[in-house]
């Protein structure tokens, strides 16, 4: 006979019936087995908690599976339901501090002049910040990839509005630790680039880009790639600093030269402001008819 309390621990946290043990149980229990030749060898660990045995490369799938299931489990059970992607160079400063990634005079002239981009990118998240306020922060919600320069600015400017803020980081030899302005319960760590570009795109209403490196020029074709070719519905793409964009790339050489359609060139929206910007996402959603 069950006794009483049992109902509620059947229960998932969906409210969904299971009898069955729970994973996490046996992972307990599995450290109380007596140490022998036996229960120490690796054949011995549960599968799910075999850190040499996920790490395998047969298990490449699994891991793939898991990097896309954790963050979407997560930013589900925060209820998040949309989101601000915003893109940019990690080694961007903020104003009045050393670049640190310059590597001769020119790059450090450069970059302190680009400090510019920090502001704004700050100014802009606030204002996604203000407008996610009327979702209880459910929508419009800034994401960035969690590091230093401008997207450290993104997760700021956000974070001092008071809004949650998501960082999805990635391993790397440099750069990539944490910000201090990600809400700790939305920042989340990749080993693949495939997945945490996934996760980039599966929730935004808009995609903002800063100027960057390689990072960041390929976050950008990605999305454009997406939206151009229809995989993905149209969304805001929004390009900061106009000057620096069509210097690095000549957009209207791809569609004269026939690579690209001239209509292409309507994805992208150029930008020197955050008011700038959060006008063309204002507009294209009416959210000022509070159709939002």
Known sequence: MAKAGDEKKMRRKDGV????????????RARQVPKTPQSESPSYRLAYVDEDFLCRPELRPVRLQLELLKPEMMLSEMGIKSTVVLFGGARIPAPGAEPWAAKNDV?????????????EAEKFAALCAHHSALSNHQEFVVVTGGGPGVMEAGNKGAAEAGAPTIGLNILLP?????????????????????????????????VVVFPGGFGTLDELFEALTLIQTRRMERVPLILFAPEFWNRIIDFEALANFGT???????????????????????DFYDLNGNKE
Do not use: C, G
């Not at 019936?17 to 307990?28: E, G, I, N, R």
């Not at 790059?107 to 502001?119: D, G, I």
């Open 17 to 28: 019936w299971d009898p069955l043990k729970a994973s996490s149980v046996d992972k307990l």
């Open 107 to 119: 790059q450090r002239e450069n970059l302190k002049k680009a400090s510019v981009f920090y502001e």
């Open 174 to 206: 440099h750069e990539q630790a944490p910000n201090q302005y990600v809400t700790p319960e939305l920042s989340f760590n990749f080993h693949y680039f495939a997945i945490r570009k996934m996760h980039f795109l599966m929730r935004a209403r808009a």
């Open 260 to 282: 690209i359609a001239p209509d292409d060139m309507d994805l992208i929206n150029f930008v020197e402001t955050a008011d700038q910007a959060w006008k063309i996402i204002a």
